[in-house]
């Protein structure tokens, strides 16, 4: 019973760590990033690379991983983003484009075959199961990213303004606050998180060019199931949908966990279209 429960805790926290940074960039910024999934696979590729020229795992993962996803971010806002703001059909094209052209690139450097890193931490034994320990990894980190930021959109003055710049623009304009320069650093902290998901899942996932298409689904599922509440709303859903694909998973196969997270899903769209956060609260975070 233990065993199943840290499986289920760590399945709802994986789910929560590669959705959170979409909540940021779709659901706050209300762009459709299709580019998602490849903001994941960059993250975990430049940890995979960083640790095999000598670098220390952790510091490869929790700083180099989500500093260069985040100079992408702002590369991708500056060079595409920038100029299609309110065009949320335009947004989806163009990250479609953006992520198209990051796999190909990173096929042509690094092949398309499946590169791995060891699981550090080892393992742990209960009743004479042994299960590894980093899954407690990625559940401490998911409750600190989560926690990281709720605080700083509710208890800074940087967070103030974010979402102040999201919801009126031309006001935050008039009491001095440069607009553009807001959106870049938020989308570059959307994207800097999704880098670090994508390095702490790297070790359990295996890295592949292609792994992206793995992750973008069930992100925009979760996100989009949270509703309006952005960030209580994607752990509400990761909680819901992350339990019934463990669950599925552990009395039936991996398969049917997907299928029952799927439907789920369209259970969840069709009894509560404002998403699961229109229970609890309107409130945008």
Excluded at 3 to 17: D, E, K, P
Excluded at 91 to 111: E, R
């Amino acid at each position: 019973m233990a065993i199943a429960t840290i499986q289920i805790l760590n399945t709802i926290a994986s789910l929560a760590l590669i959705s959170v940074g979409l909540a940021i960039i779709f659901g706050m910024m209300k762009v459709m990033n299709f580019a998602h999934g490849e903001l994941l696979m960059l993250g975990a590729y430049s940890v995979q690379t960083a640790y095999s020229n000598g670098v220390n795992i952790w510091i490869a993962m929790f700083v180099i991983a989500p500093l260069f996803v985040g100079i992408v971010g702002i590369l991708i806002e500056l060079l595409v983003i920038r100029h299609l703001y309110g065009r949320m059909m335009d947004t989806l094209l163009a990250t479609w484009g953006i992520s198209l052209f990051i796999t190909g690139l990173i096929t042509m450097i690094f092949g398309n075959v499946t590169q791995g890193i060891s699981t550090p931490l080892g393992f742990y034994e209960i009743g004479g199961i042994r299960d590894s320990a980093y899954k407690f990894l990625i559940i401490g980190v998911t409750i600190v990213v989560f926690g990281g930021i709720y605080l700083v959109l509710k208890k800074t003055r940087l967070g103030l303004i974010a979402r102040a710049t999201m919801n009126n623009p031309g006001q935050v304009a008039v009491l001095g606050v440069n607009p553009r320069i807001v959106y870049t650093v938020t989308f570059a902290a959307g994207a800097a998180i999704s880098g670090l998901a994508g390095a702490v899942l790297a070790p359990v996932t295996g890295v592949v060019p292609t792994m992206g298409a793995a992750y973008i689904g069930k992100a925009f599922i979760t996100v989009i199931c949270g509703g309006d509440a952005i960030f209580a709303g994607t752990a509400i859903a990761s909680i819901l949908f992350g339990s019934i694909n463990q669950v599925t998973t552990i009395v039936s196969t991996a398969e049917f966990g997907e299928v029952a997270l799927l439907i789920g899903a369209l259970l969840m769209l069709r009894l509560l279209p404002k998403g699961i956060s229109s229970l609890v609260s309107n409130r945008a975070v």
